[in-house]
């Protein structure tokens, strides 16, 4: 089992070292063709970029680090795995989740047409008005004798 926690531990951390290398190295390409590409072809390329370092990102907190935690846990028998697997377990389930909005978030058309989709409500309970100018009785005063 240590073997196993040893080896997984490492090619998660070699994954995610080689996703920090590859992004770094498309940033520096992407800026070094900057002059070839038109002012709005370069901002979107350079939004694919931050959607991707972001779901890099969240691969890496969500996927490895609790992955490389738990399998320090067991390697070096610190710690109480069964509490901390009611941590792990529902970071490791959380990861598409956290992709989908990553990419909402970032990416400009889907965020403003979220925010649209989740403001609507907002803005017709507050932009609420009266239909008529007629006073409004609610309950007709009565005189008890």
Known sequence: MVIYA????????MASLAAAFAGFKIFRLLHEKKVNFSAKTYELH???MRSLCAQAFIH????????VTAFAMIIYSF????????????????HSAALGLTTIIVTKPYRNAAKAIVLRPLKRCFNAKRRSNA???????????
């Open 60 to 67: 890496f907190s969500l996927l490895a680090i609790p992955t």
């Open 135 to 145: 006073p409004v009785t609610v309950f007709q005063h009565t005189v008890l004798n």
């Open 79 to 94: 710690g109480n795995l069964r509490v901390a697997s009611l941590t792990i377990m529902p970071l490791l389930s959380m």
């Open 6 to 13: 040893i080896v997984a531990t490492t090619q998660v951390c």
């Open 46 to 48: 350079r939004q694919l």
